[in-house]
DNA sequence: CCAGACGTTGTT
DNA sequence: GTCTGG
DNA sequence: CCAGACGTTGTT
DNA sequence: GTCTGG
């Protein structure tokens, strides 16, 4: 799963945007959560855009907006026919730039949040978008793909989000690109090293946004 | 036919 | 327990 | 995702 | 919008 995560505005980050000709940059932003506002590349009419979109699903066909149903994750596995990711799956995916993201470990009742980022590079999480209503008032939203854990990460979670590789960023974003040769995409895949940190659980409440501070040692995981 | 749902995660 | 807000 | 509220009346 | 349940 994925319900926190945040950009830092470095080279690796600043990489990513260069692969898409985006000549903008990121504001570094810690403790991201659901329904906040986020900054989504998707392609459009004119090529590869940055927009700000809401970290929520929001399907076009609802009649008011909201938050009744979780919609800041869709599940890998049901992608294709839940009636709210479906369409999004099939014309309007997009990718949400990320520096690492937090998942927390339950165990005896206690949860202890855990950073988890890539060694050298950003990370790019598969996701959908959608939008709602016409003229003013009218909303971007999106989400992030999820799928099963890889190994290494079920130490600390069984789910985690979809991160695409490097020469998977393309034919994601293409809204022509026939949905089955993407299904290797989506499934539980480690782009790069990764290390994963435990955390000071200040982090727990959304409305903290200071930097996460690493309480304990670090695990490294190899990409094999 | 109309009405109502449409979601994820984790825990028991 | 369940819903809302961040 | 987690944290925090969850209510009414009347007064400032 | 589209599917399921009654």
Not at 17 to 23: P, R, V
Not at 35 to 48: A, C, K, L, M, N
Request: proline share 8%.
């Amino acid at each position: 799963m994925c319900g926190r995560y945040n950009i830092s505005d470095d080279p690796f980050t600043q990489a990513l945007l260069d692969e898409f000709g985006i000549d903008r940059h990121l504001e570094t932003r810690y403790n991201i959560a659901p329904t906040e506002q986020v900054p989504v590349i998707r392609r459009g009419d004119h090529g590869y855009e940055l927009r700000e979109m809401r970290w929520w699903l929001i399907p076009s066909w609802v009649k008011e907006p909201g938050t009744r149903y979780s919609m800041f994750n869709a599940r890998a596995e049901t992608v294709n026919e839940s009636p709210a990711f479906r369409a999004p799956f099939r014309h309007q995916r997009c990718i949400l730039p990320a520096s690492s993201f937090i998942e927390w470990h339950t165990e005896d009742g206690k949860k202890q949040p855990w950073l988890i980022r890539p060694t050298d590079r950003a990370i790019a999480f598969a996701g959908l978008w959608d939008h709602w209503g016409h003229g003013e008032g009218s909303i971007l939203s999106c989400c992030i793909v999820t799928c099963d854990a890889v190994p290494g990460f079920r130490r600390i979670h069984n789910r985690m989000p979809v991160m695409l590789e490097a020469d998977q960023l393309q034919r994601w974003l293409s809204p022509d690109t026939d949905t089955e040769s993407l299904m290797p995409y989506l499934q539980p895949q480690l782009p790069g090293d990764f290390e994963l940190w435990p955390i000071d659980e200040h982090i727990n409440n959304a409305r903290h946004k200071e930097t996460p501070v690493m309480t304990g040692d670090k695990i490294l995981l190899r990409a094999d």
